[in-house]
């Protein structure tokens, strides 16, 4: 279960973190393209459009001002690739705004709102995908080459854990696992310690399960599993 703090970088939660947002993207689509999204269904997209939005945005940073430039210092031929990947989020960034902008004008239902959030969301995956694979296939084995396990678990520990309350936490962790399999969910839920691990899975875990599903409850969507890049995602147009 626990790497070798001396070997190298275990970094599979990237691909975790990954194939749950490429999978409420392509539920998200599921449901737009089914046909006109009921009122009683428009706010709770919405928020968690937004939810999602306001996490990658933050996954993001946590790669920028910390976990690459921790790379270059330690491996210098590897600025070159940091240096897509920051052009990448650059290029990201205005895609997540207007899908946030779309979003929000979703809650009040009128003839062009879904239209308007479809594109934004056609937009947003046609520059993120491509990026998620990159830094999949290209960029992560130069982070476990680089970086020593202890040196990653210190980053995640420091960027995406510690500054984060148990209530963010606990949702976080039971949107990531949605649709894993088994080793993937066991790595998950053991990057935190045994008790707040119960509380987390277990106290939290019981309305948080719910959230999410109520989201999809009824629709195609539902069905969609986690999408690793392993075996083809579905694909988004």
Do not use: C
């Not at 928020?47 to 430039?69: C, K, V």
């Not at 949107?175 to 080793?183: F, Q, R, V």
Request: proline fraction near 7%.
């Amino acid at each position: 279960m626990i790497s070798d703090p001396a070997g190298p970088a275990d970094t599979r939660i990237m691909g975790i973190v990954h194939s749950a947002l490429r999978r409420d993207l392509l539920r998200t689509r599921t449901v737009l393209e089914a046909g006109p999204v009921p009122d009683n269904r428009r706010g709770p997209l919405a928020d968690h459009i937004l939810w999602m939005m306001d996490f990658l945005r933050h996954h993001h940073e946590g790669e920028d001002t910390a976990l690459y430039p921790l790379v270059v210092r330690l491996n210098p031929d590897a600025a070159a690739l940091v240096h897509s990947m920051d052009d990448d989020h650059r290029r990201i960034e205005p895609a997540i705004t207007e899908l946030e902008s779309a979003a929000s004008l979703f809650t009040y239902p009128d003839s062009d709102s879904q239209a308007r959030l479809s594109a934004a969301l056609t937009a947003l995956t046609d520059v993120l995908l491509p990026h998620l694979e990159r830094e999949e296939l290209d960029m992560m084995p130069v982070v476990s080459e680089t970086l020593t396990d202890a040196q990653w678990r210190t980053w995640d520990e420091d960027a995406n854990i510690a500054p984060k309350s148990m209530v963010t936490l606990g949702k976080e962790g039971i949107w990531l696992i949605d649709g894993l399999g088994a080793d993937d969910r066991d790595h998950v839920v053991h990057l935190v310690s045994a008790i707040p691990r119960f509380f987390l899975l277990h106290v939290l875990g019981i309305a948080n399960r719910r959230h999410f599903a109520a989201i999809w409850s009824g629709t195609d969507a539902a069905a969609v599993p986690s999408q690793p890049i392993t075996r083809t995602p579905g694909r988004l147009p």
